[in-house]
Nanobody, 117 residues
Framework: VQLQASGGGLVQAGGSLRLSCAASGSIFSINVMGWYRQAPGKQRDLVATITTTGSTNYADSLKGRFTISRDNAKRTVYLQMNSLKADDTAVYYC????????????WGQGTLVTVSS
């Protein structure tokens, strides 16, 4: 499984960005895709996940500002980020898991989001 993330960049506080991540390879019909982020000097944390049936899970602190969605036909997951804050600055990683994919699943290369205050 390969994951190609895009959409990161520099944005002013209060602005919006939309990240995309396309999966390719041996994709299972049942899977979970999601986004995690890692700020400098910190651990990698959950942002949001979404199943193939559309069930979502968000980090509590991000509910209301971030929205995860997916297009199963395109094997792509999206993250719409609104009202961005300087604290949202991080490398955002796309993740894919399917039954039996092992701990952690598969990771994309990461895309940097920088929010200027």
């Amino acid at each position: 499984v390969q994951l190609q993330a895009s959409g990161g960049g520099l944005v002013q506080a209060g602005g919006s960005l939309r990240l995309s991540c396309a999966a390719s390879g041996s994709i299972f019909s049942i899977n979970v895709m999601g986004w995690y982020r890692q700020a400098p000097g910190k651990q990698r944390d959950l942002v949001a996940t979404i199943t193939t049936t559309g069930s979502t899970n968000y980090a509590d602190s991000l509910k209301g500002r971030f929205t995860i969605s997916r297009d199963n036909a395109k094997r792509t997951v999206y993250l719409q980020m609104n009202s961005l804050k300087a604290d949202d600055t991080a490398v955002y990683y796309c993740n894919y898991r399917h039954p039996g994919s092992g701990p952690g699943g598969y990771w994309g290369q990461g895309t940097l989001v920088t929010v200027s205050s």
